[in-house]
């Protein structure tokens, strides 16, 4: 199947959109959260268990995966799908956040990339087109430009230079890729001007893309100015295109760009919060380590249908946590995930009865500011 | 349901035999295999999968739960089938194995033996009363009497010593019991001692239980020598009663002690072995961090019909393994059960058919001597 997106329903009162996301492997209801299987899995999670309880797509990382197992053997096994038995669309990165963000050692020229491998130190060198063929190999429905990603807060200059070279590496991933059943983004920059944003977006969608994310942001900025400068970067993007807004995923910061109209989302906060103890309730955030739950015999959150919540206490997973029994981490990313996938769920059907924006209010109202940041 | 033991069929060319036993939680097919759920949980299995690759019946370890999170807090949640969310059959041990064996600070006496926590080096008393008590909140539906275990190699006088108090506190634990739906199994002892294990027999079996274990086995000695005392010690049971061997676990002695007519067997080393990468196959043993298996697309056995199986591949097993992803270590866990469940599901069958020394056969001859030692 040829990529293609259609926009199904705008909410009457906001810019929040219904869509369909035809890729290779399935079809797509947006909005969508891709939980994050870094190492072609989400941790600790089963393919089938994921299917269960509503995910639609995966994101897994090229950066992880060009360096352990490496994607020439991943080509072998017959690509990521077969590879990691997930039947369902994947999209890939295209490894340059990781560069950016995991390596300090990385040294950037128009050419590519200079990084040393986190896990053993040894020297590498991406270049855009590099970026692709791997991606190829990988097989993903959705691959993405090798972008630069600036650090917050940074200096316009250089946020100007990494907007520039992200247009050229965009064209030369666009020159290279091939792969007709793999769609390739574009991706946005410009940090938090809103100028280099517009001039980033206008000249991206100049080269022509069958979607677009949007990088840069949840790298320490303040909340309000992130949704301003996202806002005004929507306003710029073609309506007909899918919309991503990368490595975003705690719950109120889902509903407001939803309400802004983006339409694909990855993050691991829900599964990292998981393992730390921390999960979304129908009421709040909580963390099952506090000694409040030792003699709690209710489940995580009694609003909820997960597999965790039908079937143990808060005390039990609280036993299971502190004596530092595995299968509380499962528990905990299963609901997390349940819920956040849930809250899509939700915030569809709210999407097409128009009354998004009161769906969000009542969901952000019962999480603190300090909740997510 | 009050319990009970059948004795349905033994081989007619060994003593394999095949029994249903009926608990308060239903009705088991014996010969059976217990997991071990140390602290509530078959690591980093949930109950439903259990259930699903064929346990019948788990086993939990009374010393872990009384320091964590312990027994008043289990009982308060509903006692331990609750509390785990495991409707099936429990069998908890008295916690002594793990006092004798965990800690090298206990000291014993005729009252009871002290000891040190393994968790924070607190100072404890467990008496044959306690072990009953504590036992009975946690409510499983077989329980066992406190005995002293021995380590090998021991003198002869101290396994004597050992066999004395496990007597006297086998009468102590049947007097202080009450709760008719859990049923309380003696302990035979007597190291590798002919004589001793008889006398420990005759005198447990006069005391009179419904089932009785066999301990002190699978703590250094050699097989052959375990398996000679161990024919002995079961011509001396009486036939009408299940036959627990304690802690033997290897897929080839299991079937050998169930050609002697052993009904029930608990192990942590299915569960243990898959942590390390290490699992049973049709064909012998393999362990999965082995290079070999980078690049081999075929799935951890042919011959299993397992989830791990049937979804993945060594080449992807291994990768997850070698990069630390937890649901390697899952689905290693899941295959080793599930290979366990359907080898005994498989014997039983055979001692049906009378058949179960050439099954034994052909199965032994699989592996080598020193890939169970």
């Given at each position: 199947m040829a990529f293609n997106f259609e926009l199904k329903h705008t909410d009457k009162n906001c810019g929040a959109r219904l869509g369909k996301m035809i890729t290779a492997h399935g079809v797509i209801d947006t909005p969508v959260f891709m939980p994050v299987?870094?190492?072609?899995?989400?941790?600790?999670?089963a393919p089938d268990e994921l299917k269960k309880i509503g995910a639609q797509m995966v994101l897994s990382n090229t950066y992880h995966l060009y360096l352990r197992p490496g994607h020439e053997l991943i080509k072998e096994a017959g690509g990521l799908h077969k590879f990691m038995n997930w039947d369902g669309p994947i999209l890939t990165d295209s490894g340059g956040f990781q560069v950016f963000s995991l390596g300090k050692t990385f040294k950037v020229a128009d050419e590519g990339v200079h990084f040393k491998s986190i896990i053993d130190g040894s020297a590498h060198f991406l270049t855009p087109e590099m970026a692709i063929e791997i991606q190829n190999d990988l097989g993903a429905d959705i691959i993405m430009v090798l972008d630069e990603c600036s650090p917050y807060p940074a200096e316009r200059k250089q946020i100007e230079e990494a907007v520039e070279r992200t247009l050229q590496w965009a064209k030369r991933c666009k020159k290279i890729?091939?792969?007709?059943e793999q769609a390739l983004f574009g991706i946005v920059q410009g940090g938090i001007y809103k100028d280099l944003r517009k001039h980033s977006v206008q000249s991206t969608v100049e080269i022509d893309f069958p979607g677009y994310g949007i990088g840069g942001?949840?790298?320490?900025?303040p909340h309000d100015i992130m949704f301003e400068i996202l806002k005004n970067t929507i306003s710029c993007l073609p309506e007909d295109k899918p919309r991503y807004l990368m490595g975003v995923g705690n719950p109120t910061s889902i509903l407001e760009a939803i309400g802004l109209g983006i339409d694909m989302f990855d993050c691991v906060l829900p599964t990292r919060i998981a393992r730390n103890g921390t999960i979304f309730t129908s009421t709040g955030k909580l963390n099952i380590?506090?000694?409040?739950?030792?003699?709690?015999?209710?489940?995580?959150?009694?609003?909820c249908n997960c597999y965790a919540c039908q079937n143990f206490s808060r005390a039990y997973l609280r036993h299971l946590f502190k004596v530092g029994e595995i299968l509380a981490l499962r528990l905990l990313t299963w609901h997390n995930l349940y819920f956040l996938f849930n809250l899509i769920d939700e915030s569809r059907k709210a999407i097409a009865n128009d009354s998004f924006l009161d769906f969000k209010k009542s969901f952000i109202k019962r999480y603190t500011a300090e909740d997510f940041e």
């Open positions: 299987g870094t190492r072609a899995v989400v941790k600790i999670m890729h091939y792969v007709k942001f949840s790298v320490g900025e380590k506090n000694s409040t739950y030792a003699k709690d015999f209710d489940p995580l959150d009694s609003n």
